[in-house]
């Protein structure tokens, strides 16, 4: 099949599209996080949205209207739990994720019949997603986007600097409240991208490559989403010509691109 | 004349512990303040509680006449945290984009930069003689330049109230010197009013024309004339202590 045929597709345009804005996020969000130390907010979420779409199908209604909300409280619960429990934040997302998975393998057990739905979810699947869920990828996308753009400054400080930040008047505790709400939105749209379980994948494997080589912030930013993009859109093509998953593929040729930039990084210094 | 800062009865603590007990001084403008006092007297704790970073606190704080908890003109203060490696050094940030930080307590919503902002920062940057370093990343520097980059930072938003949180710490004795020179020429040349905490209660007679001396409380707060006539000091510092930071001072 020649590549222009290929592009007809209308799943794979859908596929594209979606997992471009998708990617940018991920990468975006992904520097903020690795940078304060947060990777792993990222695979707590994705299990909490494990529980949250068990929940939907349970109920019967869009997995995905169910776990936007649920990821939200849940990542507003985390923040909560190791700021006025004094539960170190790891052990926090430990405690919320844990929860969230045993609710997801109960309601999977008592339904006995969206098991095979809800496993398709563990590894996402690119290729499948819907009209429906395009438009819901780029509307929540870019109001995240938005969002980052506007508060790009205060990110910006409170990832530097925490305590200077706030000296600064900048309210650090609402920007952590907004970034992990970005990230929660973030981590949902992507588990149709490359699944539950390879959703920190995609937060922290951009972010790590430009890391290695940006000397500024926004040359870091630019980096993060090139890599991002390039691996969803390598991943898509070459999943569909190999039959392989398209989750699985976008996740190996992030590393591929993380390990090539750590060899040319040692080689140059 | 109104104070710049006003502390009274300031109580604080952490659990049972009580680090702070019934603290009270004004600062007036133009002061050069050294806040001395040995480890755990709560000198971090008062400066940070000042800073509105602790908010656990039982007493009045004014800034500028205004009370701290409503308090929102940051710009008017600059601020050196004692930890200047606290910040992580796989962070891509350029000289200038750091020093940028410092402006943006003046900013209103969706707080961007112009070219304004541009002249302040490379301005602060030529005052601390470090212009030539804008483009590079700050976790390239020496720990001297990067001091000079967090001073630079405190400084860009022209304060009027400067605290530094034991400056010397990361620099050898001639960058010290220095760096206390430099400190006393922006508060005499430019009537900055400062408040440097040190352990050197000697050293700091050089420089600051009060002395805070805390331990959990105010010990003595007045000018170094009055540190070195009082009785009161000569017993609780003992003469050769007492003799060894008016020395110094004079």
């Known amino acids: ?269 | 004349m109104a104070s710049i800062l006003s502390v009274k009865n300031l109580c604080c603590g952490y659990g049972s512990v009580e680090v702070l007990s019934d603290v009270s001084f004004d600062i007036e403008k133009g002061d050069y303040i050294g806040l001395a006092g040995p480890n755990g007297a709560g000198k971090t704790t008062l400066v940070k509680t000042v800073l509105g970073l602790s908010e656990k606190f039982k007493g009045i704080i004014k800034l500028f006449g205004q009370d701290l908890k409503s308090f929102d003109g940051w710009g008017r203060v600059g601020y050196l945290s004692q930890r200047v490696t606290a910040f992580n050094p796989l962070f891509p940030a350029a000289v200038k984009e750091v020093v940028g930080l410092g402006l943006l307590s003046q900013k209103e919503f969706p707080k961007r930069f112009d070219r304004t902002d541009d002249v302040k920062i490379m301005q602060s940057l030529d005052l601390m003689g470090i212009s030539d370093l804008h483009k590079k990343p700050v976790s390239d520097l020496s720990g001297g330049q990067q001091q000079r980059v967090f001073l630079a930072r405190a400084l860009v938003s022209s304060p009027e109230l400067l605290i530094l949180d034991e400056p010397g710490t990361a620099l050898d004795p001639q960058s010290r010197e220095d760096f206390f020179e430099f400190i006393k020429k922006l508060n005499r040349d430019k009537g900055i009013t400062v408040i440097l905490i040190t352990h050197d209660t000697a050293q700091i007679g050089q420089y600051a024309n009060k002395l805070l001396y805390m331990d959990k409380k105010v010990v003595f707060y007045g000018s170094f004339s009055d540190f070195c006539r009082s009785a009161e000091m000569h017993q609780y510092f003992g003469h050769f202590s007492q003799h060894l930071i008016c020395h110094q001072h004079e």
Do not use: W
Not at chain 1, 77 to 98: H, N, P, Q, R
Not at chain 1, 170 to 192: D, F, N, P, Y
Not at chain 1, 222 to 233: E, K, T, Y
């Open chain 1, 1 to 269: 099949m020649s590549l222009l045929h290929y592009l007809d597709y209308t799943f794979i345009q859908r596929a594209y599209i979606a997992g471009s804005f998708i990617a940018v996020l991920c990468a975006i969000l992904g520097l903020f996080l690795v940078l304060r130390k947060l990777s792993l907010i990222g695979d707590g979420l994705a299990h909490v949205s494990f529980g949250a779409i068990a929940l939907g199908l349970f109920f019967g209604f869009y997995p995905f209207y169910a776990a936007i909300p649920l990821v939200l409280v849940a990542s507003y619960f985390i923040l909560k739990l190791t700021e006025k429990a004094k539960v170190y934040g790891d052990a926090a997302i430990g405690i919320v994720s844990s929860l969230s998975i045993a609710g997801g393998v109960i309601l999977a057990s008592l339904s006995r019949g969206f098991n095979v739905d809800l496993f398709s979810y563990l590894f996402g699947n690119i290729l499948a997603i819907s009209e429906k869920e395009v438009y819901l990828s780029l509307g929540l996308s870019l109001a995240v986007l938005l969002v980052i753009i506007f508060l790009y400054n205060d990110l910006f400080s409170a990832t530097f600097d925490e305590e200077y930040a706030k000296v600064t008047g900048i309210k650090t505790e609402r920007i952590h409240l907004i970034l992990t709400s970005l990230t929660a939105i973030t981590v949902v749209l992507a588990v149709k991208v490359v699944g539950i379980m390879l959703v920190s994948a995609l937060l922290i494997l951009p972010a790590v490559t430009a890391l290695q080589i940006a000397k500024r912030f926004k040359a870091a930013m630019l980096i993060a989403i090139s890599a991002a993009v390039l691996s969803v859109l390598a991943g898509i093509t070459i999943s569909f010509f190999m039959d392989l998953p398209p989750g699985a593929t976008i996740v190996m040729f992030n590393v591929m691109i993380f390990t090539i930039t750590l060899a040319i990084k040692k080689m140059v210094s």
